[in-house]
């Protein structure tokens, strides 16, 4: 069965640096794959999504990559702020949605 | 952007009765809904495929007659757990695609219902 791998460990980084969080996964080829925020006792919120064929996805602050070789995407915020402070999750899109345990993020002014 | 509510946010139920949580897409209509529950620090579980007109699709490992799931209308989907027991203590969140999109697409999540049985 298909395995998303976030880590676990929450990242702390300071205000203005740019945090990375990784997703690797295993036995699937999605479609595409997508990014969401979730803060505590909410539901989460789509941010980006990339597509098996982009290299590369920006929004705003965000960027996400997509190495189906690797088997990993890669999500970026830049210039980050403690109001980014959230939990993030990755989900493999293909005839369902499979997502990851998360990662949370706490940014430090 | 779209809104999906649930109601309610949470309940607390005692062991053996059943509790139903409604899942409300308010500004489109969805024909397809999913069910997650989601335990403290872990990943989402999708449980079930709500279909409007048609029986729910229900993951393996998930009784179809404990967590009995009704798409009554285009914008409402219900989930009612039955005879909850206290493992059955969670968070369920609902989603839908948006409106004309394939579920290939971002999907919409309502704000989640705590569910405690005692």
């Known amino acids: 069965s298909q395995k998303i791998e976030q880590n676990s460990e929450a990242l702390n980084i300071q205000e203005g640096k740019t945090a990375t969080l990784t997703c690797n996964y295993t036995?699937?080829?999605?479609?595409?794959l997508q990014w969401y925020r979730q803060d505590p006792g909410r539901g989460p919120v789509f941010l980006l999504l990339?597509?098996?064929?982009?290299k590369e996805k920006r929004k705003e602050r965000l960027k996400v990559t997509f190495d189906t070789t690797l088997k990993q995407s890669l999500f970026h915020i830049t210039a980050s702020q403690p109001a980014d402070s959230a939990t993030y999750l990755c989900a493999l899109v293909g005839a369902k949605f499979y997502f990851g345990s998360g990662t949370k993020l706490n940014v430090k002014p | 952007g779209a809104v999906v509510s649930q109601h309610p946010s949470w309940v607390i139920c005692k062991s053996g009765t059943s509790v139903k949580i409604e899942c409300r897409s308010l500004d489109f209509q969805a024909t397809t809904m999913f069910w997650y529950r989601q335990f403290p620090k872990q990943s989402l579980m999708l449980m079930a495929t709500?279909?409007?007109?048609?029986?729910?699709?229900?993951e393996q490992g998930v009784e179809k007659d404990k967590f009995l799931i009704n798409h009554a209308s285009l914008t409402l989907s219900t989930l009612t757990v039955t005879s909850a027991h206290p493992e059955d203590s969670s968070f369920y969140i609902c989603?839908?695609?948006?409106?004309?999109?394939?579920?290939?697409?971002?999907?919409?999540f309502g704000p989640g219902t705590r569910l405690t049985v005692t």
């Open positions: 709500s279909n409007e007109g048609s029986k729910a699709t229900y």
């Open positions: 036995n699937y080829s999605p479609a595409y």
């Open positions: 989603s839908a695609p948006s409106s004309g999109r394939p579920a290939s697409y971002e999907q919409y």
């Open positions: 990339i597509r098996e064929n982009e």
